[in-house]
């Protein structure tokens, strides 16, 4: 998957002084998807909602602009930004270092740069912390993706910014990883993680 994709309007769409041929699209990061999906209700047109949401932070095209746009552009920038989580790690080992595909700078007076995440079977402790978050959250996009961060942070040791930093790719990849160690919920499908 790259990560830009540029998408070219066939006719140019005009909202009060701008005018837009072309959608850059970027992969979102962890905290962007978090916040896209923090207003949905469960309902259909709140689901769209919060995909629009998502494109608009990954373009930074407002959204009233993407409303303006055929259906059909907009439904191929959903899909771009959603395929980063359908991610296969391959691996089927108890543990692993997770390379991530770039380096991820962190901010601060340090400025660290970290290259891999440690990756190994969560205890019975930092599962039952992570599932604070259902509790906080409820059982939706929003509580299960809160759920897998707490969950990273967690066995990682990495601070909460660095995890909402990561390519949502990335943290797909880490969490598919992690969430293998939960039988009972692979069992149950996606249910867990929906409105």
């Known amino acids: 998957m790259e990560p830009t994709k540029i998408i070219t309007l066939k006719q140019p769409v005009t909202v009060g002084s701008a005018t837009y041929s072309e959608i850059h699209l970027r992969e979102p990061i962890v905290n962007e998807v978090i916040t896209s999906f923090k207003d949905m209700n469960g309902s259909i047109a709140s689901s769209y909602d919060a995909q629009i949401k998502l494109v608009s932070i990954a373009c930074e095209i407002p959204i009233d602009v993407l409303e303006e746009m055929p259906t059909r552009i907009l439904d191929e920038a959903i899909e771009y930004v959603s395929a980063f989580q359908n991610v296969d790690d391959g691996v089927k080992t108890d543990q692993w270092d997770m390379e991530l595909d770039s380096p991820l700078q962190l901010s601060g007076a340090d400025g660290d740069v970290i290259t891999t995440l440690s990756l190994k079977e969560p205890t ?72």
């Open 124 to 195: 019975v402790k930092q599962r039952k912390q992570a599932m604070k978050a259902f509790d906080q959250y409820g059982q939706g996009i929003v509580g299960g993706l809160e759920f897998q961060v707490s969950l990273l942070t967690q066995v990682t040791g990495e601070k909460l910014p660095t995890i909402l930093k990561l390519p949502i790719s990335q943290f797909t990849k880490a969490t598919v990883y992690l969430m293998r160690f939960f039988p009972e919920i692979n069992k149950t499908g996606n249910g867990l993680f929906t409105n």
